[in-house]
């Protein structure tokens, strides 16, 4: 009979992670300079110095920026739930 020592497995290095939040602080940080522009646009028109084509346009870009940050941390959240959820 021949006993060979279990060698435990190993986790794999985590990638350091960007100082800045990487891709998901980048995507944050667009949506919030969208509605930047939007409320800047808004108050442009108030203000009789802006269009109403440009505040729409602007109001537009500011919702799907906002719709697919929404998406992106919905996804991470999922994500982390999967995670916590194993049973190790």
């Not at 944050?28 to 203000?47: C, T, V, Y």
């Amino acid at each position: 009979m021949r006993v060979e020592p279990l060698v435990p497995d190993v986790a794999v290095p985590a990638p350091a992670a960007a100082p800045d939040g990487g891709a998901f602080g980048a995507l944050i940080d667009a949506a919030s300079g969208a509605l930047a522009n939007a409320d800047a646009a808004e108050r442009a028109f108030i203000a009789h110095r802006g269009g109403l084509q440009e505040m729409v346009l602007e109001r537009a870009r500011a919702d799907i920026a906002l719709q697919i940050a929404a998406a992106g941390t919905q996804r991470v959240a999922q994500g982390l739930q999967t995670l916590l959820g194993m049973q190790l």
